[in-house]
């Protein structure tokens, strides 16, 4: 059974530039979430994507977006890049919305210059 | 906004002996929790989950106990071994309806064990 996997590992950008981050799904699940996790803190949602859809949304301005393929794969997008965006971005992955647990890739680490 | 919060930033433990991790909850629709760990460079692993129908749940060497009454959720590892330093998070989902379907983490406690 492969994991959640993402990519890059590492990034770095600078203010007011576009990034696009990358999420493969655990086998067998069709449901992606993103989360923020700043140095020291627990992750913060972002969003979540079910068939390929936006299924809810945490407390984030709207140049963070994203997208779910037929794969069940996702990106996350953000535009404008601010220094505050510097974190590491973590997707999880779920059989079905609701209950269930949600497993963890290792994460992208964004730098903003 | 209500959060997840747990109550010791650092817990330190002798190898061998038991572990608990505590957690306080404020939000009353919660109706699941989970438990990770985090390992450094990692992203959160699971560990056990838990649904506010039932206030125990047993995996292997971890237990954990919800008392709604008091809105306390605790982390219980037998016999810690030198893998188990990491930090935990706690982490709780309203009932769904309320809009978004992601999970609420506390800060986190890193366990450290010692030889």
């Known amino acids: 059974e492969t994991g959640v996997t993402q990519s890059p590992t590492h990034l770095i950008k600078t203010r007011g530039q576009q990034v696009t981050l990358r999420c493969s799904s655990q086998?067998?699940?069709?449901?992606v979430s993103w989360y923020q996790q700043a140095l020291g803190q627990g992750p913060q949602f972002i969003f979540q994507?079910?068939?390929?859809?936006?299924?809810g949304r945490g407390n984030f301005p709207p140049r963070f977006s994203g997208l779910q393929f037929p794969n069940y794969s996702s990106e996350l997008n953000v535009n404008a890049l601010e220094l505050d965006d510097s974190a590491l971005y973590l997707c999880a992955s779920s059989l079905v919305p609701g209950n269930q647990p949600q497993h963890f890739g290792d994460g992208t680490r964004l730098s903003i210059l | 906004g209500e959060s997840v919060g747990l109550h010791l930033p650092t817990l330190s433990v002798q190898e061998g002996d038991n572990s608990i991790i505590n957690c306080a909850y404020s939000n009353s629709a919660s109706d699941y929790f989970i438990w990770y760990k985090q390992e450094s460079g990692k992203g959160p692993q699971f560990i056990i989950d838990i649904r506010s129908n039932m206030d125990k749940r047993q995996g292997q060497r971890v237990t954990v106990l919800l008392n709604k009454t008091v809105k306390h959720l605790s982390l219980q590892i037998a016999a810690t071994q030198p893998g188990d330093s990491a930090v935990y998070f706690c982490a709780e989902k309203p009932l769904r309806g309320g809009g978004a379907d992601g999970l609420t983490f506390g800060k986190g406690t890193h366990l450290i064990i010692q030889p």
């Open positions: 086998s067998g699940h069709n449901t």
């Open positions: 994507y079910y068939r390929e859809e936006e299924n």
